[in-house]
């Protein structure tokens, strides 16, 4: 069994981009993961492995769907003091992206942080590449958008 160490109402960023609460269901005994504005559910297994959450619009019910490849505890972290804004910073940047960039944002994560851009990157031509290179990186993805929006 996995040591959970999760903590009611505790605000988190799974895989490091989407920001989920902690709460545990009495019903089920398990810990649940919920993301801003119930777009998304985890539950979370015993062992620790993250169960993904649909929502069925036609029969108004949530259906529990095993995913292969889903994330586990080990891919939390804590929320710092920026996360809660993360959100609402990202869907002010693809509203940006949307309107005057053809719906094209850029996110990198790279060794030492994190780089984002409006428009699709060009890696075929010499200049496309160092415009990427010449891009600021920031040690988060909150400081990386900040300057977008």
Same mark, same amino acid.
């Given at each position: 069994?996995?040591?959970?160490?999760?903590?009611?109402?505790?605000?988190?960023?799974?895989?490091?981009?989407? #920001?989920?609460?902690?709460?545990?269901?009495?019903?089920?005994?398990? @810990?649940?993961?919920?993301?801003?504005?119930? =777009?998304?559910? @985890?539950?979370?297994?015993?062992?620790?492995?993250?169960?993904?959450?649909?929502?069925?619009?036609?029969?108004?019910? @949530?259906?529990?769907?095993?995913?292969?490849?889903?994330?586990?505890?080990?891919?939390?972290?804590?929320?710092?003091?920026?996360?809660?804004?993360?959100?609402? #910073?990202?869907?002010?940047?693809?509203?940006?992206?949307?309107?005057?960039?053809?719906?094209?944002?850029?996110?990198?994560?790279?060794?030492?942080? @994190? $780089?984002?851009?409006?428009?699709?990157?060009?890696?075929?031509?010499?200049?496309? =590449?160092? =415009?990427?290179?010449?891009?600021?990186?920031? $040690?988060? #993805?909150?400081?990386?958008?900040?300057?977008?929006?």
């Amino acid at each position: 069994m996995a040591d959970l160490n999760l903590k009611e109402g505790q605000l988190y960023l799974l895989d490091g981009s989407v #920001l989920v609460e902690a709460s545990f269901n009495d019903t089920t005994g398990l @810990w649940q993961l919920h993301e801003p504005e119930e =777009r998304s559910n @985890w539950m979370v297994s015993p062992t620790g492995k993250l169960l993904g959450m649909q929502f069925d619009i036609a029969r108004d019910v @949530w259906l529990l769907d095993r995913e292969p490849d889903v994330c586990g505890v080990e891919n939390l972290i804590p929320a710092d003091k920026n996360t809660p804004k993360l959100a609402n #910073l990202l869907r002010q940047a693809e509203t940006v992206a949307e309107l005057e960039h053809g719906g094209h944002l850029t996110i990198m994560r790279v060794n030492t942080g @994190w $780089k984002a851009m409006y428009g699709a990157p060009d890696f075929e031509t010499e200049e496309g =590449r160092r =415009r990427v290179q010449a891009l600021k990186t920031f $040690k988060s #993805l909150y400081e990386a958008l900040t300057p977008l929006v």
